[in-house]
């Protein structure tokens, strides 16, 4: 089993700034990638942005310019650097982690923008 923790979110105001921190414990061996997706209500679960085991990273045309994903598999932690907040980046935030054997949820930290 692998355990997932998301923190880091917030209320901030458009054009603010949050870091998203998660972590992965437990059988964390073979973690193949880790990623970031959201969702908002009423709406489907989607890809921010994800990391690979080889470091190459990819995101939602959306947030490009704006998020950055960062961090090491290795260590079992990465993070999601959010600027310049929209208000339509509200949403429930999830951290994935990959591995062959399945899909690992964390709970989700909740980002809430203002205008």
């Known amino acids: 089993q692998v355990r997932v923790v998301e923190s880091g979110g917030a209320s901030v105001q458009a054009g603010g700034s949050l870091r998203l921190t998660c972590a992965a414990s437990?059988?964390?061996?073979?973690?193949?990638?880790m990623g970031w997706y959201r969702q908002a209500p009423g709406k489907p679960r989607e890809l921010v942005a994800a990391i690979s085991s080889g470091g190459s990273t990819n995101s939602a045309d959306s947030v490009k310019g704006r998020f950055t994903i960062s961090g090491d598999i290795a260590k079992n932690t990465v993070y999601l650097q959010m600027n310049s907040l929209k208000p339509e980046d509200t949403a429930v935030y999830y951290c994935?982690?990959?591995?062959?054997?399945?899909?690992?949820w964390g709970q989700g930290t909740q980002v809430t923008v203002s205008s």
């Open positions: 994935n982690v990959r591995k062959y054997s399945g899909d690992y």
């Open positions: 437990g059988s964390i061996f073979s973690i193949n990638a």
